[in-house]
């Protein structure tokens, strides 16, 4: 007797979503997409140590092979064959990180992949062809011992892209201005107490530099400055929210921080991010790329 026969593409996605949901966190949410395929596949919500929901979702496309054929010269990546250049678009534009996911459905292992950033890695062929292969890393696995970890640093990056654009902006236009009320606010002394538009100023440098420190991954110790300012009135009373003598000890804490992070963005825009910057900012790219490692010269 004849009986509809289910296609092995089927089976495969069913695999695919068993191994790929068996190695999200249970806490999380899963939710399946609804609609005609567009390139996502299913959403999926964070969800707290606490089992609270906190809104920040995460989009995936699953993909999926019987055994990953990784590369021989290169046994830890696989390149994906090229996807058509409008599903990307709609990857990278999208408002929510969304992640490729690559199941070996033989191994049961899951490996993910940042979109965004991706894309931005690879600017030079994404602005130009007509389809965009990506390559997969062992590195990003998600049931490895820090895979979930990871997935949601990539997460977090990639939503606070805009925010680490505008950010690196401020940070580099501002930075002569910044090293300079550094060397100009230290060693005062430290009895005085502080106006409160330096207050304000010292807030700006200390959000910003702290901003671009954790993005970036530059080890950030320093407490906040609410901190300095309780210590600064145990000392010396009340009258100011901060005194002289503290106000020495953040700045020169924020100075040494100054061209660690300049470096760093220096590393971005002209080598990890190079066509992309060349693209939608070439005046910063190319001040980046003539700038010397000491950072640029000051003047008083």
Known sequence: M????????HVSETASFKIFSNQIPNRWIIREATERDYGIDCYVEIVDNDNNLTGHLLLFQLKSEASIAWSKKNPDYYNFPAIDIGVVNYWFRFKVPVFICLIDLTEGKTFFLPVKTFVRRNFEKYAIQESLSFRFSKELELGSSDGVLTLLYCYFKDLRLVEFEQSAITFITHFKQYKEFALLNMGRDC????EGDRILYL????????FLSNYMKITWEMPPVADYERRSQEIFGDCYALYEQQLTEILTLLDGKLLPILLALKKIICEEEMGYWLRINSELFHYMLNMEDDGPSLTF
């Open 191 to 194: 009895f005085l107490g502080v």
């Open 203 to 210: 807030n700006h440098i200390y959000n910003n530099l702290a």
């Open 2 to 9: 004849k009986m509809p026969k289910r296609p092995v593409q």
